[in-house]
Nanobody, 128 residues
Framework: QVQLVESGGGLVQAGGSLRLSCAAS????????MGWFRQAPGKEREFVAA????????YYADSVKGRFTISRDNAKNTVYLQMNSLKPEDTAVYYC?????????????????????WGQGTQVTVSS
């Protein structure tokens, strides 16, 4: 298992940028596929991005494609989410999550219940 702790959230104006970090503890971090999800008030948790542990393949929700970038540093046990051109609709609590499930199928990688470990979340607020 891995324990996950997110950081880097905050308040930013529309058009601005933030970089979220997710630090993992545990020696097996490099063998987990990692994802970012977000949850806005009154809405279900939704998939944002994911990255595989093998060749670092990346996947994005259509709503963030071209604006967000997921990356990982296995030496530092950390996964990142660089968010550019932020919009008010990006406002949510952002969670990182770990899974041993394959990310190849969108029906797997975009489902929160396929992820085994979760962080506590970090708030991102984008003002208009």
């Amino acid at each position: 298992q891995v324990q996950l702790v997110e950081s880097g959230g905050g308040l930013v104006q529309a058009g601005g940028s933030l970089r979220l970090s997710c630090a993992a503890s545990g020696r097996t971090f490099s063998t987990y596929n990692m994802g970012w999800f977000r949850q806005a008030p009154g809405k279900e948790r939704e998939f944002v991005a994911a990255i595989s542990w093998t060749v670092g393949s990346t996947y994005y929700a259509d709503s963030v494609k071209g604006r967000f970038t997921i990356s990982r540093d296995n030496a530092k046990n950390t996964v990142y989410l660089q968010m550019n051109s932020l919009k008010p609709e990006d406002t949510a609590v952002y969670y990182c999550a770990a899974t041993r499930a394959s990310l190849v199928l969108s029906t797997t990688r975009e489902r929160a219940n396929k992820y085994d470990q979760w962080g506590q979340g970090t708030q991102v607020t984008v003002s208009s």
